[in-house]
């Protein structure tokens, strides 16, 4: 399950009135009052947001409360947009290996360089991540072109091919998609 967890962090009052309303709540409730005990409880964290009425910096999913006092449900329903957008933004990259893909500008990087991909470069490239063992070009052409395994074509080889190419010469790495007996595989 996806566990939302909510940090309050400085703000004791706000955190007690969260906790008395913890039961009709969809996320975790934690408060914190020192910033070295933050910076290491995030680290255990995928989704989290802090409340805070201060903008600390190196520290990311911030919601900063300023105007107070403040609609209790109001405040709850930010939160919520809070943790979709998070949600949102977590599903829209891929991380592989060292590298960050963008599922929504299409772009692979690493560090400062980036290199644009195509929709079918994506979607093999996410279909070869998911599956973590080598895929067939059948398969390939079934789940990714949507071909039925008797059409007879190299599409799946040559936009694999191209899109080999395309890594080695922008990222210098020609072991991103390795091909195998059995077909391709990310490793």
Known sequence: M???NLIIFKLKSLYHIFNELSLDLNFEIIFLDNEKFLNEKIKSFENYVIISNIKYPNISNQFILLNTPVNIFKLVEKINIQFLKLQFNNQSELKIKNYTIDLNSREMFINHTKLKLTEKEIKTIAYLYKLN?????NELQKNVWSYQYDTETHTVETHIYRLRKKILKTFSDNEFIVSKINGY???
């Open 133 to 137: 063992k080598p895929v067939s070009v």
């Open 2 to 4: 996806y566990i939302q």
């Open 185 to 187: 595989q990310i490793r």
